[in-house]
């Protein structure tokens, strides 16, 4: 696609929201009731039943603190896109757009009011320390919402449609995405 024809450059703000954190809590309290809906249902004397029991609420748990672990790893600080590429900038990041990891964004879910993105690295060179190298290297998730920045929402939906695109296009034919 011709230059023109990018998007331009997005700074979007990533703020910690409570809708993914609703979410999952919502989730966990819907396995909780349909595990006490099964014991009140159930007779419980085999011990076959109790071992499935206990197995559901340690399965339980440990869907719980994932979800709690991966709520706490949402992106936050702010989402770039430069015209050509994403970046990811954290409160703490002192590296300049040149330096920094270089992201392709994928959108997971959108709700129109509301994003969730996989961002995951682009292997292209980064010229960051081995150890944020290693860090910057694993997928992350990333949370949009219009009211963290009404005034740059479109310009990062823009943004985010035209990647997708860029990206189904090369994934069909390599030669096109040059």
């Given amino acids: 696609m011709s230059q023109h024809r990018r998007p331009p450059a997005v700074r979007f703000p990533l703020t910690e929201h409570r809708a993914p954190a609703a979410a999952l809590f919502l989730a966990l309290q819907g396995g909780v009731a349909v595990l006490l809906l099964w014991r009140w249902q159930q007779d419980f004397r085999a011990a076959e039943l109790r071992i499935v029991w206990w197995a559901a609420w340690l399965w339980l748990a440990a869907t719980a603190l994932m979800g709690w672990r ?7 600080g702010w989402l770039l896109w430069t015209g050509e590429h994403w970046l990811l900038r954290t409160a703490g990041d002192a590296a300049s757009l040149q330096d920094g990891p270089r992201w392709q964004c994928r959108v997971t879910l959108d709700w129109q009011f509301a994003v969730l993105l996989r961002l995951e690295p682009v292997a292209a060179g980064t010229s960051a320390t081995s150890l944020s190298a ?7 998730w990333v949370w949009a919402q219009r009211t963290s920045s ?3 929402w479109q310009g990062l939906r823009q943004a985010l449609v035209w ?6 296009k090369a994934v069909l034919s390599p030669e096109l995405s040059a």
């Fill in 70 to 76: 991966w709520w706490h790893a949402l992106g936050r």
């Fill in 163 to 168: 990647s997708q695109q860029q990206q189904g």
């Fill in 150 to 152: 009404p005034a740059a």
């Fill in 134 to 140: 290693a860090r910057s290297l694993r997928p992350r």
